[in-house]
C-alpha cells in the first residue's frame, strides 16, 4: 500500500465525538422540552385558581362595602403571613409584602382563628403599621376573618376601610357574617392553589434533577431520589401538603423499581383504602373514637 494511502487514524475519533456532541444537543433539548411543559401545566393549574380567588374576593368587597381587600396566606411553617390577592389602590405593592409571625391583626387572626373587626386602627395595639409604612396608605378600620380548611388554618380573608371617603363607619356584625360566607368559598380554592403551586414546585425541581441524573448517568438514580426527598422535607410549606408530596415520591420511587414492586404498591394501597372505609363505617356506626379508640 502507497504510504500516501494509510487510513486516518484520528477518523473514529472525529465520528465519536460528533456523535456525542449530537447526543448532548438531543438532551439538552429534551430537558428544555420537559421544563417548558411542566411550566405551561403548573401555569394551568394556578392561574385560574388565582384569578376564581380575585374575582370572588371582589364580590366579596362588595357585600361589605370596602375598596380595599386581601387574601393573605401561609409563609412558611412559623406563622408568616403573604399577600396571594389583593384588590384596590396599592395592591401591586402589597404583593411584595411579608407579614413576619404574629404581627398585625391579621397575624392574630391567623393565630387565633377568630374574626375580628377594629373601627379604629389607631386604638389597637396589635396593629401592624410598617405594612401602611411600606406602601404608603392610611389604614383606619379593619375586618379580618380566618380561611380555614377541615379545621386547618391556610390564610387570612381581610377588608380594609369603606367606600367613600373617612371618616369610616366600623364594620357591623351582618357584614362579619357575610365575609364569613364568602371566607370558606376562598378557602377552599387557597387550599387547591397551594397544591398546585406544589406541583408545580416539583415539577420543576424534579426537571432540574433528571437533567443532572442524565447528564451524571444511571449510578445517581438513588442519591438523586434521596436528594427530592430532602427538599420536600427542608420546603416551606403547609405540613399535610409536603407530607402527601413525600408519601407520593415514596411511592413513586418504590413503583420504579419493577413489576413486582408495582404491583405489590398496588396491592398495599388497595389494603389502605379497604381499611380506611372500614375504620370510617365502623366509627360511624358504633364509637366516634374510630376503629382502633383513636
Known amino acids: 500500500m502507497d504510504k500516501t494511502e494509510k487510513p486516518d487514524s484520528t477518523a473514529p475519533a472525529k465520528k465519536k465525538s460528533r456523535k456525542r456532541s449530537g447526543q448532548t444537543a438531543d438532551s439538552f433539548e429534551a430537558q428544555l422540552r420537559a421544563t417548558i411543559n411542566a411550566v405551561e401545566m403548573a401555569h394551568a393549574l394556578t392561574s385560574p385558581l388565582k384569578r376564581s380567588i380575585e ?25 408568616g403571613l403573604r399577600f396571594l390577592v389583593a384588590i384596590g389602590e396599592v395592591a401591586d405593592k402589597l404583593m411584595t409584602l411579608r407579614i413576619p409571625p404574629g404581627k398585625g391583626i391579621a397575624g392574630f387572626v391567623f393565630s387565633s382563628g377568630q374574626p375580628m373587626a377594629v373601627a379604629d386602627v389607631a386604638q389597637e395595639e396589635t396593629f401592624y403599621a410598617e405594612v401602611d409604612r411600606a406602601v404608603g396608605f392610611s389604614t383606619q378600620t379593619i375586618l379580618a376573618t380566618p380561611l380555614r380548611v377541615e379545621g386547618e388554618m391556610v390564610g387570612v380573608l381581610e377588608f380594609v376601610n369603606r367606600e367613600g371617603s373617612p371618616p369610616y363607619k366600623p364594620f357591623t356584625p351582618d357584614e362579619m357574617d357575610q365575609a364569613a360566607h364568602f371566607a370558606d368559598a376562598i378557602a377552599t380554592l387557597v387550599d387547591a392553589h397551594e397544591s398546585a403551586g406544589l406541583i408545580e414546585t416539583l415539577f420543576e425541581h424534579s426537571t432540574k434533577g433528571a437533567g443532572a441524573q442524565e447528564e451524571g448517568g444511571q449510578a445517581q438514580s438513588s442519591s438523586s431520589g434521596e436528594g427530592l426527598r430532602q427538599w420536600l422535607r427542608e420546603m416551606q410549606a403547609a405540613p399535610e401538603h409536603r407530607d402527601l408530596l413525600q408519601m407520593a415520591v415514596a411511592l413513586r420511587d418504590v413503583a420504579s423499581r419493577g413489576d413486582a414492586e408495582r404491583e405489590l404498591c398496588r396491592d398495599v394501597l388497595d389494603a389502605l383504602a379497604r381499611f380506611t372505609e372500614k375504620r370510617a ?13 383513636f
Open 55 to 79: 374575582n370572588l374576593l371582589r364580590l366579596a368587597a362588595q357585600s361589605v362595602g370596602s375598596d380595599e381587600a386581601s387574601v393573605l396566606v401561609r409563609d412558611g411553617n412559623e406563622g
Open 281 to 293: 363505617a365502623t366509627s360511624t356506626g358504633y364509637s366516634a373514637t374510630g376503629y382502633f379508640g
